[in-house]
Structure formats: C-alpha cells, structure tokens
C-alpha cells in the first residue's frame, strides 16, 4: 500500500439483509468519512467510490457502498479497514496531526539525544500517547502527546522534540 493513503475506518460486517454495513469512521467528524471517496482495502484490491450513509448505529454508522449488494458480501469485508488518498483529506492547523505522519519520526530530548522512533500512535481515553522505540529496548516507552511533553513536531524534518517527564526514558 502506498503510503499517500490513511486509514479512515473499517467495515464492522452487515447491517440487515440488503448489503448495507456498519461502519466504523475514525474521522474527527464521522459522517465525513464519506467526502473521501474513493475508498480503499490496504492491499488496493477493493476500491469504493460511493458511500452513502443511511443511519447510525452503536459504535458507528450504516451504509451502503458501491459493490456490496448482499448481506454475504458486507459480511466477506468485516474487519476490512479503509483508506482514503492523502490529498482527499483536509489540511490541518499547524497544532494538529494525522497519526499516520508522525510514526516513523525520530524523537529527541531536548538536548538532541535520539530517545527513538514512534511506532504508533495510541489514545486510552485522556490523551494521545506516542509508542517510542528505542534501539536495543526490550520495551517501547509511552510518551504523552501534550504541548508540554512534546512542545514540537518537525514534519519537515522527520523529528520530534521531546521534554518527557523525569525518568520516563530511563
């Protein structure tokens, strides 16, 4: 999969008997997970061009998209997550991130000690939390994604500047 696509949601199985489906939207605003079209599988095998959301449902939305006409099909394409072009997505303000464009970035203190990579980015309720792998770690550290923890990302760059709480790289 190229990496000029991120992932936007995934297809949570059959919504009824007439090929609609629950969908899942990790969108900031979820309906508009539709706008992004066209919509990918992460091996490109599939490609969605029409979404068309007719409702919601817990923990997400219903749907009918282009190619799933059948209870079967939604079914074949549960747990097949979605991914939208870079250039379909909206710009955002400079305080704010796709996940997608922070992992891979080198982290450092801020003496400019390399402290690692991020993996992944994760969110357990109160905030993101950068995975930072270091070399030679039998662990990855979370580093809280905070304006104090992390007072700059340099996309640019491919780097992080990381004032992480005392002991948290030890």
Do not use: W
Request: with cysteine.
């Amino acid at each position: 999969m190229s990496d000029s696509r991120v992932i936007v949601g995934a297809i949570a199985g059959a919504f009824g008997v007439r090929g609609e489906v629950r969908l899942k939207s990790y969108c900031a605003e979820p309906a508009a997970i539709a706008e992004y079209t066209p919509l990918f599988t992460a091996d490109g095998a599939h490609s969605f061009t029409t979404i068309v959301l007719t409702g919601q449902t817990k923990n997400g939305l219903t749907a009918r998209i282009d190619g799933i006409v059948t209870k079967e099909d939604a079914d074949a394409l549960k747990g097949t997550d979605l991914y939208a072009k870079r250039e379909c997505l909206p710009s955002l303000p400079d305080d704010e991130f796709y996940h997608a464009d922070l992992i891979g970035l080198t982290v450092f203190d801020t003496g400019g000690v390399a402290l690692g990579t991020v993996r992944a980015v994760q969110n357990h309720g109160a905030t993101d939390l950068l995975e930072v792998h270091s070399p030679g770690a039998r662990s990855s550290v979370l580093l809280p994604f905070t304006q104090a923890a992390v007072p700059t990302v340099d996309l640019a760059s491919g780097r992080i500047i990381a004032d992480p709480p005392a002991g948290l790289f030890e």
